[in-house]
C-alpha cells in the first residue's frame, strides 16, 4: 500500500470500507491478486485494472497561491459511451511541484499504464 490517498472523490467503483479494519486508511495499493487498484480516503474505492485509461500527474506553479501537484486516475465509463473517461483523485501535495513524481513512477510501473504530464498550471 502507497500513503498519500486524495480525500473525496467520484462515487464510481464507492464502497464502505469494512468497519474492523482501519488499517488501509489514506492509503493506495493493489489487490492481492493484482486485479484492482484499491484506494482509500474517507471512502473506499475498488477500481478493477482493466478500466484504467492513464494516470495523470498535474504540476501546479506559485502564482497567487502556491505550488503543488495533483495525481488523478483516469478511467473508462460505459456511459454515455464506452470511450467516456472519468477521473478519481489519488493524491495531491500542496508547496512541492515534485512531491509526487515518485509516486506516479511507481503506481504507472504497477498498473503498466499510460502516465500523462500535461503542461504545468499556475495557481491562480
Known amino acids: 500500500m502507497w500513503e498519500n490517498a ?7 467503483f464507492l464502497r464502505l470500507p469494512p468497519i474492523e479494519q482501519d ?3 489514506d492509503r493506495i495499493g493493489l489487490s492481492s491478486d493484482g486485479m484492482a487498484l484499491i484506494v482509500c480516503a474517507r471512502q473506499l474505492h475498488i477500481i ?4 484504467i485509461a ?21 478511467y473508462h465509463h460505459p456511459w454515455p459511451s ?7 483523485g489519488l493524491s495531491g501535495s500542496f508547496g512541492q511541484m ?3 513524481d515518485d509516486l ?5 510501473n504497477a498498473l503498466n499504464c499510460l ?3 500535461p503542461e504545468p498550471q499556475y495557481d491562480c
Open 6 to 12: 486524495l480525500k473525496g472523490g467520484s462515487q464510481d
Open 23 to 25: 488499517n488501509f486508511l
Open 48 to 51: 478493477p485494472v482493466e478500466r
Open 54 to 74: 492513464a494516470l495523470k500527474l498535474q504540476k501546479i506553479r506559485p502564482a497567487k497561491g502556491g505550488s503543488g501537484a495533483a495525481l488523478s486516475l483516469a
Open 82 to 88: 464506452p470511450d467516456t473517461e472519468r477521473e478519481i
Open 98 to 100: 515534485d512531491a509526487l
Open 104 to 108: 506516479a513512477s511507481h503506481l504507472n
Open 115 to 117: 502516465l500523462r504530464i
